[in-house]
């Protein structure tokens, strides 16, 4: 058996996932802006204390971000926020048109720190490490609070955008 790229690509689309917006505040202090990027490479690490995990292409310009700010919101998309996940995993979105092109409205947190308004969940996140990882960074943070509401989960599978089913409880 030989692995390549676009079998182990095939293969990890196997592995349901949500889908995040990962928001940065660019603001300098009297100027408020939103860098945004889509992720699934994001996980739950540790209940005590709180941690989280997402995974940035070091390529990308929330790379730098994420280093420069250690401070970051992770946004879990409700299944009509399809647009704005598209959006900000286009490699030519900027950091302006969010809102006129993908639907996609901010509110703060008294860290400044952007919260997508519709958003399934929030969580406010504080860099704690890093880890080099192949052509990624592994940003372990702590995760200092949280927002939750009611709906269904934006989910990718496969390459498409899917909706949850019907549960069957028993």
Do not use: W
């Amino acid at each position: 058996m030989s692995l390549n790229p676009a079998d182990f690509r095939k293969a990890m689309g196997c592995f349901a996932t949500g889908v995040t917006i990962i928001t940065v505040d660019l603001g300098d202090g009297s100027h408020h802006g939103v860098h945004g990027m889509t992720a699934n490479a994001f996980a739950s690490v540790s209940l005590e204390p709180p941690l989280v995990l997402v995974c940035v292409d070091r390529q990308a310009s929330t790379h730098a971000h994420l280093h420069a700010k250690k401070r970051f919101g992770v946004n879990v998309l409700s299944e009509d926020q399809r647009a704005i996940s598209e959006y900000y995993a286009r490699a030519d979105r900027t950091d302006t048109d969010a809102e006129s092109v993908a639907g996609a409205r901010f509110d703060r947190t008294h860290h400044g720190t952007p919260v997508l308004r519709g958003a399934l969940a929030y969580l406010e996140c504080r860099l704690r490490s890093t880890e080099e990882a192949g052509d990624h960074t592994i940003f372990i943070a702590e995760v200092e609070d949280v927002l939750v509401r009611e709906g269904e989960p934006l989910v990718f599978h496969r390459g498409q955008y899917r909706k949850v089913g019907a549960g069957v409880d028993k």
